[in-house]
């Protein structure tokens, strides 16, 4: 049976300020949901909760994987047990070497149960794999030797949080714009390796304002959030009509949500 | 606060030096330059040390009558080390509770003119070629009461002398051991290369156990000739019950290169003056720090960076980790001399605390008389970052680990410096002991 993110009238605040207020979404493996919305809407604070980002308060509802409630795991058990969480802004890690963070994170997603100090994966089997892998995205192999994202380009970052997705292989992925602020060459990089690696085992929840990751990506479902809610769920050709058309329409279907996402965006805009 | 030694509490009394001379055997001109040392040190007692360089210490709880330059309990077989062994060596020499107990040298090395081997022995059979670098030229016995202190008490010693023009390609290792309670050692370190010669030292501290008490006096001298090259390690790695204060110096000639690297891990309390004097032109020196401080640890280091003559470059970097109650102080200087102009100097110390109750002080200074340089310093200290933990936890990493992970990247910046593969690895190897963490290996 494929597995199951279950996500229950989440309510998510930060720095005791309601964000999410009250989100329902299922997503299973081999599953493509599209996440659209307009700023302030609370599309990233949904990715950052859903991964268990400490500043995410979830003040009320559930996520949970197979019927296990993780709300109150701590984000590197969630990891272990298949979220990943593709970042808008990768994380730089002055000297620590990509190869290094990437086969302790493999190393543990693959035997839950690792402690600190316990081995890691083979080595060999480690550089076969992350050199395909590499092949596989176009990547430089001179890339594993690099310090993690430390002075990489916009495109190389994003294209490292790809490659480690395709090592840690998990049940759920969340691309968080993935796709924002990358030339053509770069989208096209990344949508065509999303498109490789997701498939019957991967379900994948794209959060995104371009129509180039979905078009090599077409999503099943795709939801619109607004103001702290999923005000909206339909298939492709809604994110083909959000994109041509804008959120005009949503708003005026939704008029008490887009006044809270008005708000949202005025208190972010100070 | 000023800064005073209580001189009831020294304990090294003319009695204590007296009995210390008789179990020398030296020749007349060492035990001379002893004396007058000694009268130098019952001065400086007397005068307050340097406040820029002692205020930020407190030296209140240091007290040296429970330490002795003799003892009879020293036990050779206990030392553990963390160099030797990890490489091909062309010498090695360890002195033990201020003893040299073992020394050898490449019959290769000596037929080229090399001497390595023990201080006292090595002064005494070359008086005419060391006498005038030996306390005279780098470290100067009035500089303050511990170079006097020092000047008069010191106990074994390392040499290396390279003639001119002769290059030696395999390291050496220096080992100073600490097996005996309360044992007062005095080492010195002399190292002169001549033109263009070359040469590497990896010099590493060690106590027996954890739970002796130590106090090491000890000096670094550095003498680096025109077009030659020095690589020069110290590794200290004492117990926690160990007081370390040293003078060290460096002087580079006319074209000459110094690569000189500072650990400090040990110790319960160490103060190093680092002195590198760029005496010739364009002679440049890098300087390296690695500190990582744990419990109540206070680790403090004095560095001065002194341009003498035209075209010079120096390029200092230090970087420290302090956790638990750990107390790191880094006092920098660059100073630039009328004569040396288009000088370069850098300096920068970065600072990562693990725990609240840590604290690190960094001052960079600068003193400059030439008005064509380029001089550039900076201090920052700064936590783990938050969201770089939670990154990795993200990738399933626990925190925890993630902390490592950052702090052995940290580090990587100023190991990357360090062209010595077994002291990079040694070290990465040291601090991930500290951690409690197993290796990493790159791809």
Same mark, same amino acid.
């Given at each position: 049976m494929s597995s199951l993110l279950k996500i229950t009238d989440l309510h998510v605040s930060v720095a005791d300020t309601p964000i999410l207020k009250g989100v329902n979404m299922e997503i299973r493996q081999g599953e493509i949901h599209a996440l659209m919305g307009p700023n302030g809407s609370g599309k990233s604070t949904l990715a950052y909760a859903l991964s268990g980002h400490p500043n995410y308060s979830i003040t009320g509802g559930s996520i949970e994987i197979d019927g296990v409630n993780?709300? !109150?795991? !701590?984000a590197d058990e969630r990891a272990r047990l298949g979220l990943f969480l593709a970042f808008q802004y990768p994380v730089v890690i002055p000297g620590v070497k990509v190869a290094d963070f990437i086969r302790h994170a493999v190393s543990n997603i693959r035997d839950p149960d690792r402690k600190e100090g316990e081995g890691l994966i083979g080595m060999r089997e480690f550089r076969t794999e992350i050199k395909a892998r590499m092949e596989e995205l176009g990547m430089d192999l001179e890339f594993a030797r690099r310090y993690l994202n430390d002075g990489f380009s916009g495109g190389e970052k994003k294209r490292m949080e790809i490659l480690q997705m395709a090592m840690l292989q998990p049940k759920f992925a969340i691309l968080d714009e993935t796709d924002s602020g990358l030339d053509s060459d770069a989208v096209r990089v990344v949508s065509e390796g999303l498109a490789k690696l997701s498939g019957p085992d991967m379900g994948v929840l794209i959060i995104t304002h371009h129509e180039r990751l979905l078009e090599f990506n077409p999503p099943q479902y795709t939801h619109v959030m607004l103001g702290g809610r999923i005000v909206e769920t339909g298939d492709a050709a809604l994110a083909h009509d959000l994109h041509a058309n804008g959120y005009a329409t949503v708003r005026e279907r939704h008029p008490e949500a887009a006044a809270d996402n008005a708000r949202a965006e005025e208190a972010a805009a100070v | 606060m000023t800064v005073t030694i209580d001189i009831d509490r020294i304990g090294f009394s003319a009695e204590v030096f007296e009995e210390f001379l008789t179990t020398r055997s030296e020749p007349s001109w060492i035990t001379d330059a002893r004396r007058a040392a000694f009268a130098k040190y019952e001065e400086l007692l007397g005068a307050e040390l340097d406040p820029e360089e002692f205020k930020r210490i407190d030296l209140r709880i240091f007290n040296a009558a429970k330490f002795r330059p003799l003892t009879a309990d020293s036990d050779a077989s206990s030392v553990s080390t963390l160099l030797a062994g990890e490489t091909e060596y062309g010498g090695s020499i360890r002195h033990v509770d201020g003893t040299t107990t073992h020394e050898n040298v490449c019959e290769d090395m000596t037929a080229k003119g090399v001497l390595f081997g023990d201080l006292q022995t090595l002064l005494t059979e070359n008086r005419e070629l060391l006498e005038p670098y030996f306390l005279k030229q +780098? $470290?100067?016995?009035? +500089?303050?009461r511990f170079s006097a202190w020092h000047a008069a008490f010191w106990t074994s010693g390392t040499l290396l002398y390279v003639p001119q023009g $002769?290059? $030696?390609d395999l390291p050496l290792h220096s080992l100073i051991a600490h097996t005996a309670d309360g044992v007062a050692d005095f080492g010195h370190t002399l190292i002169i290369v001549e033109d263009e010669a070359k040469a590497t030292l990896l010099e590493e501290t060690t106590s027996a156990n954890e739970d002796q008490s130590g106090l090491h006096v000890g000096c670094v001298e550095l003498i680096v000739g025109k077009y030659a090259n020095l690589r020069y390690v110290q590794l200290q790695n004492w117990n926690q019950k160990t007081w370390h204060f040293a003078h060290q110096a460096g002087n580079v000639a006319s074209e000459g290169s110094l690569q000189w690297t500072v650990v400090g891990l040990g110790s319960k309390l160490s103060h190093i003056h680092q002195d590198v004097n760029l005496?010739?032109?364009?002679a440049t020196a890098e300087v390296n720090g690695v500190t990582f401080a744990s419990d109540r640890q206070k680790i403090s280091y004095y560095t001065q960076q002194h341009h003498k003559a035209q075209g010079t470059h120096s390029d200092l970097l230090y970087k420290e980790v302090l956790r638990d109650d750990s107390r790191v102080i880094w006092r920098g200087m660059i100073k630039v001399d009328a004569a040396a102009q288009q000088t370069d100097g850098y300096q920068r110390s970065d600072a990562l605390m693990l725990s609240s109750d840590a604290r690190c002080d960094s001052i960079p200074g600068l003193e400059i008389e030439a008005d064509d340089v380029r001089c550039t310093h900076g201090a920052t200290t700064g936590r783990v970052d938050e969201e770089q933990i939670f990154y990795a936890e993200s990738r399933g990493i626990s925190e925890k680990e993630a902390m490592h992970m950052i702090v052995e990247g940290f580090f990587q910046q100023v190991y990357d410096r360090i062209p010595i593969e077994i002291v990079r690895d040694t070290l990465s190897r040291t601090v991930q002991g500290k951690l409690g963490i197993e290796s990493m290996t790159a791809v």
């Open positions: 993780i709300t !109150e795991q !701590e | +780098a $470290v100067r016995p009035d +500089a303050d $002769v290059e $030696v005496n010739g032109r364009a």
